[in-house]
């Protein structure tokens, strides 16, 4: 073992209260995870001066230390040895770091671990919503008139997108219920029958239910004497997931008693015949009430505080982001957007994105005043860029708030500009990247005031910043940033004979089938910052992985998501497989090589099964990355098949 990384683990080791505050350690393929006892004994000072080090930052009870690829598996090995403790996988780690959350926290994960998985539905829900705004909208393209209106034979068309968009929020009980049941442990099937039978067509429908109570026509049934409201929970969240709480509690109970011989009978029929009742009884109405208090809570800062309410929220979500705590707002939001035909649009997204631009705009300023620090003048720069497309982790962790005046300054400039936002009521039709890019989730009519809200929220921190950094900032720290990121899933699928080719010098070909986008767009903080290195991201559209150059596997991770290669001619790469995969421990991945492996281009790596992966709720977007420092050049974008030319180094 080189003395560097036995040095590098002494070093961590000291750093971050020495072995007697090490609960558990375990790696993924950049990162050295740790849980430790007493976060408040790390000298943050110290480890960022570590050579290997190339940033930091907590998450999830985890204290997480990006080292990179080939260096953290090297350095976690000594360390392991050095702390007398034994090497655990992702999934245990976790366990442990769950440990330390208190109640709050793990709440909040917990609606988090709902909502992330059916996203995507929304968001594609919402995108169709603003396509259909586009066609309808009065006077956006011809005076006087809609495109419909104008051109009356896209009418079928604009009627089956509008269809298309209502889609997902007309259902969404049942994939609320499908993925909040899965995560707390029962069968996701049952949870979308609870789902389903929330918005059953014999219901009266759950937005007519407010006036059906004035007007006194609501219905009921008469259970055992128990009058019991026959009305349906279309447009709301928190019913639908404490109903799958007790339907997966219901289960898990029920498996334990009944007969193995009864199980497949008895065990379903009983836990939706009991959860299904209590829903309507007693869980429902209660938590029907609740969301009701927590959108109107929202409601009420932006509509009726106005502008105030705006500067308030604007402020806030930096803050809730360095806590966690803004993954529950998930729930308002989405609650917010199932009821947009009656309340118009959510106020919440360009508020969200207003604060992103301003934490993108102050980092960019630490930028221009590190010109004698060329490693904070890097992660400054690709950091700044990653805010204004909605990642502002690295920015947050890694610049502002270790300088302290910038992240003071965004808070300025993404408070104002969330109260111009407010004040002139722009509204988004579904979720999406909160940044300048985000202005495709925004309504037709609302979108010019999107992108000068973004402008005022850049301009204001930029000069917060630069005023801020005349007074406080005289020399900006020197050391690295810390970055938030996660990995996507992959599985094994069919595929074809490898072709080979004769490689160029410094040269490195696509090892996958797909789109491919710069690094600084792939759904990943630490990817998308440059912290690892850079290169682009390939969306797949086939389940596998081929060498992208003659050369050795340096390292195949146990969990097969990623793999290090060095080229012939010295170039060192790493093919990442998805966001977050790692925590799938290698289930939907086929790895058809090893470390130590000699390669040839085209040779197969791994085979991973895609449809699987997603379906777990992970991104499949495949990192090809170059370490610093090497110079990397992007020579192709968009469609690429395997080995074609994509990145060049010097």
């Not at 991770?557 to 012939?568: E, P, Q, R, W």
């Amino acid at each position: 073992m080189e003395e560097k990384y036995v040095k590098a683990a002494e070093q961590i080791l000291d750093c971050v209260g020495g072995k007697d505050n090490i609960i558990s350690a375990a790696h993924c393929a950049t990162r050295l995870r740790l849980v430790l006892k007493d976060e408040s004994r790390i000298n943050l000072d110290a480890l960022e001066k570590i050579d290997l080090v190339k940033g930091n930052f907590n998450n999830g009870g985890q204290f997480q230390i990006i080292l990179g690829t080939g260096i953290v598996n090297k350095v976690y090995a000594e360390f392991i040895k050095m702390a007398n403790i034994t090497e655990m996988t992702k999934e245990e780690l976790k366990q442990q770091a769950a440990k330390k959350m208190n109640p709050v926290q793990k709440l909040l994960k917990t609606l988090a671990d709902v909502f992330v998985p059916i996203l995507p539905a929304l968001v594609a829900s919402g995108l169709l919503m603003g396509i259909n705004n586009i066609l309808t909208a009065q006077g956006m393209f011809v005076a006087g008139k809609s495109l419909v209106e104008a051109y009356p034979g896209i009418k079928d068309f604009a009627e089956m997108v509008n269809l298309f968009s209502n889609a997902g929020f007309t259902f969404l009980p049942v994939l609320i219920g499908f993925s909040a049941t899965k995560i707390f442990g029962g069968t996701p099937i049952l949870g979308a029958v609870i789902g389903a039978i929330m918005i059953h067509p014999d219901l009266m429908n759950g937005y007519s239910y407010g006036q059906a109570l004035l007007d006194g026509t609501v219905p009921y049934w008469n259970i055992f004497g128990l009058n019991v409201a026959k009305v349906g929970y279309q447009g709301t969240v928190l019913p639908v997931i404490a109903s799958s709480f007790c339907l997966a509690m219901i289960e898990k109970r029920l498996r334990k008693v009944v007969p193995a011989m009864l199980d497949n009978i008895v065990t379903p029929l009983l836990s939706v015949l009991i959860s299904g009742a209590l829903t309507f009884l007693f869980i429902g109405p209660v938590m029907r009430g609740v969301g009701d208090v927590m959108t109107n809570a929202v409601m009420w800062l932006f509509f009726d505080l106005g502008a105030v309410g705006g500067l308030i929220y604007g402020v806030t979500y930096p803050l809730l982001v360095i806590t966690g705590m803004h993954h529950s707002l998930v729930t308002a939001e989405t609650q917010i957007l199932a009821n947009i035909g009656t309340l118009g649009g959510s106020p919440t997204f360009a508020v969200v994105a207003a604060a992103n631009c301003a934490q993108g705009a102050a980092a960019l300023a630490v930028m221009l005043r590190s010109k004698d620090d060329p490693k904070m003048r890097s992660m400054a720069s690709a950091s700044g860029i990653s805010s204004f497309l909605g990642i502002t982790e690295p920015a947050i962790f890694g610049v502002n708030l270790k300088l302290r005046y910038p992240f003071y300054g965004a808070l300025i400039g993404g408070g104002i500009g969330a109260a111009y936002a407010t004040l002139v009521k722009v509204l988004s039709v579904s979720q999406g990247p909160c940044g300048i890019i985000g202005v495709i989730c925004i309504r037709p009519d609302c979108m010019l005031q999107f992108m000068v809200s973004m402008v005022v929220a850049i301009v204001c921190a930029f000069i917060a910043t630069m005023v801020l950094g005349g007074a406080f900032g005289k020399k900006e720290s020197k050391g690295a940033a810390p970055a938030k990121s996660e990995l996507v899933k992959n599985d094994p699928v069919k595929s074809e004979a490898a072709v080979t080719i004769e490689t160029e010098a410094g040269c490195i070909y696509a090892p996958v089938e797909g789109t491919a986008i710069p690094h600084t767009e792939i759904n990943d903080a630490t990817f998308a910052a440059g912290i690892v290195g850079a290169g682009v991201g390939i969306i797949p559209t086939k389940g596998e992985v081929v060498a992208p150059f003659d050369g050795e596997i340096s390292m195949f991770f146990d969990t097969k998501h990623a793999i290090g290669l060095v080229s012939n001619d010295g170039v060192e790469v790493l093919i990442y497989v998805g966001v977050n995969t790692v925590e799938l421990n290698g289930k939907h991945f086929t790895a058809l090589k090893a470390t130590g492996d000699k390669v040839k281009a085209g040779d197969k790596l791994l085979k991973f099964d895609m449809d699987a992966i997603k379906a777990e709720g992970y991104d499949v977007t495949t990192a090809v990355l170059v370490p610093a420092p090497k110079q990397v050049e992007m020579v192709k974008t968009g469609e690429v098949k395997q080995l074609d030319k994509i990145l060049t180094t010097s």
